[in-house]
């Protein structure tokens, strides 16, 4: 689920943690259709300062490395299908 109203930016329910000069960004849970994100891990290299717990949106838009990613993709609905073409 994406957190944001109809009218406000609809940002990622990213958690952010420091460790040592290193942060990182954690995601999960994420469906978008028939994708689900059940894991994304993003280092946050370069900390200038301790960021503290909660200020993942401070670091959402800065250079990352992936870190982890698990995807897993569900059986398309009928609604999905809809909108999904095969080559």
């Not at 990622?12 to 978008?32: C, I, W």
């Not at 290299?45 to 401070?58: C, F, K, Q, S």
Request: charged share 25%; proline share 7%; glycine share 8%.
């Amino acid at each position: 689920m994406l957190d944001g109203g109809p009218t406000s930016p609809r940002r990622l329910p990213f958690r952010f943690q420091a460790h040592g000069d290193v942060g990182r960004l954690t995601l999960e849970g994420l469906s978008l259709g028939p994708l689900v994100v059940d894991r994304l891990e993003l280092d946050v290299t370069d900390l200038a300062t301790v960021p503290g717990i909660n200020v993942a949106e401070r670091f959402q838009r800065r250079r990352t490395r992936l870190r982890t990613l698990v995807l897993d993709r569900r059986p398309a609905t009928a609604k999905h299908q809809a909108h999904m073409s095969y080559t």
